[in-house]
């Protein structure tokens, strides 16, 4: 079993930036790919960003190319997205989640972990 938790949400101006942490604990964190995933009210869950056992390789949705940054420090067990040029429209629930196959995946059935989720609120 593997538990994770997130962090680092709040309220942020548009334009500004925020840096969410998720701490993993139960199993070896260097064994599992992780991703980070959102879901805005009325909205189903969608795929964020995604990082690779190692942190070798990244992925990410358009829409957040260029703004967004995942990471990850295996010795701490934490992977991090570091937001930047935050839009209102980024508004929602974040959660990481941890897949067993070690490869970045947009699927959330890939995914067998996951956290109980910040809030990111992004203000015009």
């Known amino acids: 079993q593997v538990q994770l938790v997130e962090s680092g949400g709040g309220l942020v101006q548009a334009g500004g930036s925020l840096r969410l942490s998720c701490a993993a604990s139960?199993?070896?964190?260097?064994?599992?790919?992780m991703g980070w995933f959102r879901q805005a009210p009325g909205k189903e869950r969608e795929f964020v960003a995604a990082?690779?056992?190692?942190?070798?390789?990244?992925y990410y949705v358009d829409s957040v190319k260029g703004r967004f940054t995942i990471s990850r420090d295996n010795a701490k067990n934490t992977v991090y997205l570091q937001m930047n040029s935050l839009k209102p429209e980024d508004t929602a629930i974040h959660y990481c989640?941890?897949?067993?196959?070690?490869?970045?995946?947009?699927?959330?059935?890939?995914?067998?972990?996951w956290g109980q989720g910040t809030q990111v609120t992004v203000s015009s």
């Open positions: 989640a941890a897949s067993p196959l070690g490869a970045g995946s947009r699927s959330t059935t890939d995914y067998n972990y």
């Open positions: 139960g199993r070896t964190f260097s064994n599992y790919a």
């Open positions: 990082i690779n056992r190692s942190g070798g390789a990244t």
